[in-house]
């Protein structure tokens, strides 16, 4: 299985009440990071069996945004399993909930993603230590119950590979 681990993208500054801030939106930013990572996404040709986001506000528009770049028909699922506060342990549930599928996009937060990223890619133990920012976006494969990272997008060079990409599809104009 393949799981792609997406941070969601900008949401501006924290806000201290834990109900408001479930109520975050994404700002101007977070939007067109959003649409940029589902671009890529489509560039690059991900197949997503699933989406399955944080039910915090900030992470549904993340995972529609993508979604509508990439063209994904079914449903976003939400899962608490995504929340901040969320445990690895509930984490290792939901993986195994949709170990059945070829490839899902997870979108969460931190410190929860992190931590979670770093002991698929070592052990609960002795986790790799990643931080993914927002709008950072990993790919990683499972192979018999272990994690190997193929690649960890930043978000800056994110947006850099999708203008690439986008340019590449991009017809070419005839010279005169």
């Not at 924290?14 to 479930?22: F, I, L, M």
């Not at 940029?36 to 699933?50: E, I, V």
Request: proline residues 5%; glycine residues 6%.
């Amino acid at each position: 299985m393949t799981v792609y681990f997406l941070r969601h993208a900008s949401a501006g500054e924290r806000v201290e009440n834990p109900a408001k801030d479930a109520k975050r939106a994404l700002d101007a930013v977070g939007m067109e990071q959003a649409v940029r990572m589902g671009a890529a996404l489509a560039a690059w040709g991900a197949q997503l069996d699933a989406i399955v986001s944080s039910p915090l506000k900030r992470c549904t528009q993340t995972a529609a945004l993508v979604a509508n770049e990439i063209g994904h028909q079914r449903k976003i699922e939400t899962s608490a399993a995504l929340r901040p506060e969320a445990t690895f342990a509930e984490f290792q549930q939901l993986l195994r909930a949709y170990a059945g599928r070829e490839a899902i996009l997870v979108v969460g937060h931190n410190p929860m993603l992190s931590e979670s990223l770093g002991k698929v890619l070592g052990d609960a133990a002795r986790p790799a230590r990643i931080q993914l920012r927002r709008g950072a976006l990993a790919k990683v494969d499972f192979k018999r119950g272990a994690g190997y990272l193929h690649w960890l997008l930043p978000p800056k060079l994110l947006l850099k590979s999708w203008a690439e990409a986008r340019a590449r599809r991009a017809p070419a104009r005839p010279r005169r």
